[in-house]
T-cell receptor, first 114, second 112 residues
Framework: DGGITQSPKYLFRKEGQNVTLSCEQN?????MYWYRQDPGQGLRLIYY???????QKGDIAEGYSVSREKKESFPLTVTSAQKNPTAFYLC?????????????FGPGTRLTVL | RKEVEQDPGPFNVPEGATVAFNCTYS??????FFWYRQDCRKEPKLLMS???SGNEDGRFTAQLNRASQYISLLIRDSKLSDSATYLC?????????????FGQGTILTVHP
């Protein structure tokens, strides 16, 4: 069964803690993306990676970090420097890099900072 | 100015109605265009790609006007199950190389 998985589905964190969100895909897609969505808002791009061992900042990268050591994995760390981390986090992948092909999304992780 | 702009709605229409959504994009170098559908508290799902020649998929028709930098989505014979948020997407060219930009979404509610 091909697809994108994200874990956990719900995550609670205390202020000042770093937390890592998992994203795995078995679609053999080259590119992967992380977005943040706040209630009633659109998707905002955090980081993206077009190839293994390379990634670029999106529009709201401050307070976040990523790695792309394997083609199928693109974990996102929300650091304590992120001032307002409570949000719905979505991971996506696309077959080719360049932004020319459609993206497919995982089910998302809802992060709540207590 | 936002890179991709949509009328947020909400659009409230009866079953069977025809409804049209419009979207404009600011990056003239954009190469790829899509419509996504997002249900409440779920991930976005691809509805259809948008081509210059226009394309149709059942009750859904998408159009692209590159000269006006304008994308549209037409839904005919609306169903209750069409209720969702519709996201307009552009990207892949110029400063958008490597990424897609999503509009803020248009909310559609279809009522009996």
């Amino acid at each position: 069964d091909g697809g994108i998985t994200q874990s956990p589905k719900y995550l609670f964190r205390k202020e000042g803690q770093n937390v890592t969100l998992s994203c795995e895909q078995n679609l053999n897609h080259d590119a992967m993306y992380w977005y943040r969505q706040d209630p009633g808002q659109g998707l905002r791009l955090i980081y993206y990676s077009q190839i293994v061992n390379d990634f670029q900042k999106g529009d709201i990268a401050e307070g976040y970090s990523v790695s792309r050591e394997k083609k199928e994995s693109f974990p996102l760390t929300v650091t304590s420097a992120q001032k307002n981390p409570t949000a719905f986090y979505l991971c996506a992948s696309s077959q080719t890099s360049g932004g020319f092909s459609e993206q497919f999304f995982g089910p998302g992780t809802r992060l709540t900072v207590l | 100015r936002k890179e991709v702009e949509q009328d947020p709605g909400p659009f409230n229409v009866p079953e069977g109605a025809t409804v049209a959504f419009n979207c404009t994009y600011s990056n003239s170098a954009s190469q790829s265009f899509f419509w996504y559908r997002q249900d409440c508290r779920k991930e976005p799902k691809l509805l259809m790609s948008v081509y210059s020649s226009g394309n149709e998929d059942g009750r859904f028709t998408a159009q692209l006007n590159r000269a006006s930098q304008y994308i549209s989505l037409l839904i005919r014979d609306s169903k209750l199950s069409d209720s969702a948020t519709y996201l307009c997407v552009a990207g892949g060219g110029g400063t958008s190389y490597g990424k897609l930009t999503f509009g803020q979404g248009t909310i559609l509610t279809v009522h009996p």
